[in-house]
Nanobody, 124 residues
């Protein structure tokens, strides 16, 4: 059974860095895509970044150049390195996994499995 557990959230000053980790149970297929999404109070959940089984990475425009997603298949861990954090990055961050699907817009992740979330708070 796929289980995802996030860690690494916390409170930082604007401009600071955090690294989020997401450990999976070891049952996540290596060809699954895995991603990070976030939800701020009063806002809809949004995708931050995801990585396909082949290693292709996709980022939201708002985090390009500041965040880096990576995956260690041996350690069964997904990471999100967040640099130059801004107050608007404050949100609950979720790790998710699922198969890559093909849509009319191209490839996307169908997230079937979710972690419990880890809070990131950036003070301005």
């Amino acid at each position: 059974q796929v289980q995802l557990v996030e860690s690494g959230g916390g409170s930082v000053q604007s401009g600071g860095s955090l690294r989020l980790s997401c450990e999976d149970s070891g049952y996540t297929p290596s060809n699954y895509c895995m991603g990070w999404l976030r939800q701020a109070p009063g806002k809809e959940r949004e995708g931050v970044a995801y990585i396909r089984g082949g290693g292709t990475t996709i980022y939201a425009d708002s985090v390009k150049g500041r965040f880096t997603i990576s995956r260690d298949n041996i350690k069964h861990t997904l990471y999100l390195q967040m640099n130059s954090l801004k107050a608007e990055d404050t949100a609950m961050y979720y790790c998710a996994a699922g198969p890559t699907i093909i849509t009319t817009a191209g490839f996307d992740c169908q997230y079937n499995y979710w972690g419990q979330g880890t809070q990131v708070t950036v003070a301005s």
